[in-house]
T-cell receptor
Framework: GAGVSQTPSNKVTEKGKYVELRCDPI?????LYWYRQSLGQGPEFLIY????????DSGLPNDRFFAVRPEGSVSTLKIQRTERGDSAVYLC???????????????FGPGTRLTVL | AQKVTQAQTEISVVEKEDVTLDCVYE???????LFWYKQPPSGELVFLIR??????QNEISGRYSWNFQKSTSSFNFTITASQVVDSAVYFC???????????FGKGTRLHILP
């Protein structure tokens, strides 16, 4: 398909475990974003990549959260020592403009629903 | 600091009625961008519109229209002749020129009753 894809669609894990969430952006989009959406809330920004580098990681809640985009395309969000409070839908978005210009439209994937028991 | 407020948590209207979703924003930037996204029950966020702060023209797209008023810092969204398929959560959002992230409101859950 032509849209942003995310895998898995659902992930259930136990407290203390490590998880990886994957995002495949729209082909040709150089900017990639991760957001987290808790129940009944709007998405909250986590991190933004321009190419391979993290241009803004100010939204990551703590050092248990880390994301990479080694080849400037697919990105992986990694969460260590998961906690019950990490349960949420993790959304990935990509945008087309090379410089991730403010206002550039972000197109979202379907999300990964993470449940930490 | 930037902020988006959607005061209406939930709205229910009968099909074919018009409905307006309110959005008020706060920003100190003179250049900024406003968005509306739709999130149907499937969960995927669907982009509806982007507006920059220098363009106050209202926009109409089919049954959808948007009213941007800088004087009141509002960017309201109206659905005319609503349909059941319009049922979803609608998010208003803001991006400042200095930044790349989008700040979302808490959303308005819209129920269109048959």
């Amino acid at each position: 398909g032509a849209g942003v894809s995310q895998t898995p669609s659902n992930k259930v894990t136990e407290k203390g475990k490590y998880v990886e969430l994957r995002c495949d952006p729209i082909s040709g989009h150089t900017a990639l974003y991760w957001y987290r959406q808790s129940l009944g809330q709007g998405p909250e920004f986590l991190i933004y990549f321009q190419g391979t580098g993290a241009a803004d990681d100010s939204g990551l809640p703590n050092d248990r959260f880390f994301a990479v985009r080694p080849e400037g395309s697919v990105s992986t969000l990694k969460i260590q020592r998961t906690e019950r409070g990490d349960s949420a839908v993790y959304l990935c978005a990509s945008s087309p403009l090379g410089k991730g210009l403010a206002g550039d439209t972000q197109y979202f994937g379907p999300g990964t629903r993470l449940t930490v028991l | 600091a930037q902020k988006v407020t959607q005061a209406q948590t939930e709205i229910s209207v009968v099909e074919k009625e018009d409905v307006t979703l309110d959005c008020v924003y706060e920003t100190r930037d003179t250049t900024y961008y406003l968005f509306w996204y739709k999130q149907p029950p499937s969960g995927e966020l669907v982009f509806l519109i982007r507006r920059n702060s220098f363009d106050e023209q209202n926009e109409i797209s089919g049954r959808y229209s948007w009213n941007f008023q800088k004087s009141t810092s509002s960017f309201n969204f109206t659905i005319t002749a609503s349909q059941v398929v319009d049922s979803a959560v609608y998010f208003c959002a803001l991006s400042e020129d200095r930044d790349d992230k989008i700040i979302f409101g808490k959303g308005t859950r819209l129920h269109i009753l048959p």
